[in-house]
């Protein structure tokens, strides 16, 4: 069973940081793009931040210059550093992940999902 479990989240003060992290677990073979959604009550789920095993990223414009997300291949790990924080960045975030996992000798392809942390930016 392949597990993605989010952490990092909590209440901060318009301007400051948060640092997100994920970790997937499992009889993972291979973790090909990783990325971080956002979904705000009463809005779709998008895309804030994504990661290609080979390090390239891509991030929504509303975040471009303020969020930074980077991964460790070996430990399975993305991250999300989260500056400058203003109230509209208010969302449960989600890790998400495209991987290949192996069961019964056999490997399937998985895009799996954390089940989110939540991030309040409010004075």
């Known amino acids: 069973q392949v597990q993605l479990v989010e952490s990092g989240g909590g209440l901060v003060q318009p301007g400051g940081s948060l640092r997100l992290s994920c970790v997937a677990s499992g009889n993972i073979f291979r973790i090909n793009a990783m990325g971080w959604y956002r979904q705000a009550p009463g809005k779709q789920r998008e895309l804030v931040a994504g990661i290609t095993r080979a390090l390239s990223t891509n991030y929504a414009d509303s975040v471009k210059g303020r969020f930074t997300i980077s991964r460790d291949n070996a430990k399975n790990t993305v991250w999300l550093q989260m500056n400058s924080l203003k109230p509209e960045d208010t969302a449960v975030y989600y890790c998400?992940?495209?991987?290949?996992?192996?069961?019964?000798?056999?490997?399937?392809?998985?895009?799996?999902w954390g089940q989110g942390t939540q991030v309040t930016v409010s004075s």
């Open positions: 998400n992940a495209d991987l290949i996992y192996l069961r019964d000798t056999r490997f399937f392809n998985l895009e799996g």
